[in-house]
């Protein structure tokens, strides 16, 4: 097949005259910290969710890190997680003291394993923080009744996951906490941000505190008109508040959040036709219980060559790729630290899994060029081996 003149990149951010328009707009308003833009924003993402409350914040990271601290977890805590997601949850769960316990996951889905988080849990144990692969739902019912009888709170991993549904509840909407992802890569994007959602009163109070230096009330409540610049503080907190001009580019990103995730699961379609039939490649596995997928991100396994070499071809037909992740108790500080876990199906899954190209506005014919190209890429291989 004919090598394609211009890259074809993992993801691209859908970014429209409705994004222009209403980061203009708030540029133009010249109130472009948080205000009331990132208000609306949060009121919107409880709407979505269900949940009582949500708090804007710079990043998923951070949010992860208000849920972990506002929650006490610390020096001598166990938080359960699987090892198969990105890093920063486990940095945080370390650099605040505990100690990540890890689970197994299934290998099809990549999601935890419900089924063996009962048998990690000690006295030490604080949370368990599910993740919601690749826009996928964990099985959230089991997680939670695990949870509760062990007085645990659930801390969802939601990065992937705007626009997921578990047996129709939103992610976020089980009465725990759940953090989202807005990076570039994501379903929806602020530039980069994230979202804290959740239903408990108490919690509300302290993460906004501790959210923006210590401080009960933030800019806009202190500039604004009538407002009071005078403050006190009772707790250090940290500088994680979104702006609302990311606010804004947020907003009309949410207003399109059912026709991005309506076109990536038109894109997910074409690959399991494309690909449905092909030897050496694994697809993903859908949750075996009624969902709503996402479908952030399309990740498959390679089991014809070593997957080094699959993806020096792919940059050959000018095509990106992801790794989404490297398996964290793998990591050297890890190791290091914690000691070596035995996590079989994230072993056999963490050599072989790979990203395939998905974003909204890619056109089916890339997608069909993927195919091709994976397809030559395969067969050339099971010739030469």
């Keep these: 097949m004919k090598i394609r003149e211009n890259f074809l990149p993992l993801n691209r951010p859908s970014i429209g005259s409705a994004e222009i328009a209403s980061v203009t707009e708030c540029l133009k308003s010249q109130w472009i910290t948080t ?30 890190h208000l ?3 506002s929650l006490g977890i610390g020096q001598g805590d166990e938080v359960i997680t699987p090892s198969m997601t990105f890093a920063s949850t486990i940095n945080m769960i370390t650099l605040l003291g505990a100690k990540p316990i890890f689970v197994d996951i299934h290998y099809d889905t990549l999601n935890i394993d419900a089924d063996s988080i009962e048998a990690r849990i000690t006295s030490r144990t604080k949370a368990i923080v599910p993740v919601h692969f690749g826009g996928a739902p964990a099985d959230m019912i089991r997680i939670m009744e695990i949870a509760d009888r062990h007085h645990l709170i659930v801390i969802e991993d939601a990065a992937h996951a705007v626009g997921t549904r578990y047996r129709g509840t939103h992610v976020g909407g089980f009465g725990g906490i759940a953090v989202f992802s807005f990076h570039p890569l994501k379903n929806i994007t602020t530039g980069e941000g994230g979202m804290i959602t959740h239903c ?34 009772e707790e250090p907190g940290y500088k994680y508040n979104l702006t609302d001009i990311q606010a804004a580019l947020g907003i009309a990103q949410l207003e399109r959040l059912e026709e991005f995730n309506q076109r990536r699961s038109e894109l997910m379609s074409l690959y399991r036709e494309g690909l449905g039939d092909m030897e050496g490649l694994e697809l993903p596995g859908d949750p075996p219980y009624p ?29 990106g ?8 108790h793998l990591l050297r500080y890890v190791k290091t630290r914690f000691g070596v876990t035995s996590l079989p199906e994230t072993e056999r899954a963490a050599g072989r899994i790979l990203s395939l190209p998905l974003f909204p506005d890619m056109a089916d014919d890339d997608v069909a ?17």
């Design 35 to 64: 205000g009331p833009l990132c208000k609306t924003f949060e009121e919107r993402f409880q709407t979505l969710t269900g949940a009582r409350h949500a708090v804007s914040v710079v990043s998923a990271t951070a949010g992860m």
């Design 67 to 69: 849920a972990l601290m």
């Design 200 to 233: 408990n009163d108490f919690l509300e109070k302290k993460l906004r505190v501790l959210r923006f230096h210590g401080i009960e009330r933030d800019a806009w409540k202190r500039y604004g008109k009538g407002g009071n610049p005078e403050y006190d503080i």
């Design 291 to 319: 969902h709503t997928h996402s479908c952030h991100l399309f990740v498959v396994k390679i089991q014809a060559m070593e997957r080094s070499q699959f993806m020096e071809r792919l940059s050959e037909y000018n095509i």
């Design 321 to 328: 790729y992801g790794l989404h992740f490297p398996a964290c």
């Design 369 to 385: 060029y993927v195919c091709g190209a994976v397809r030559e890429i395969l067969k050339r291989a099971k010739k030469h081996g």
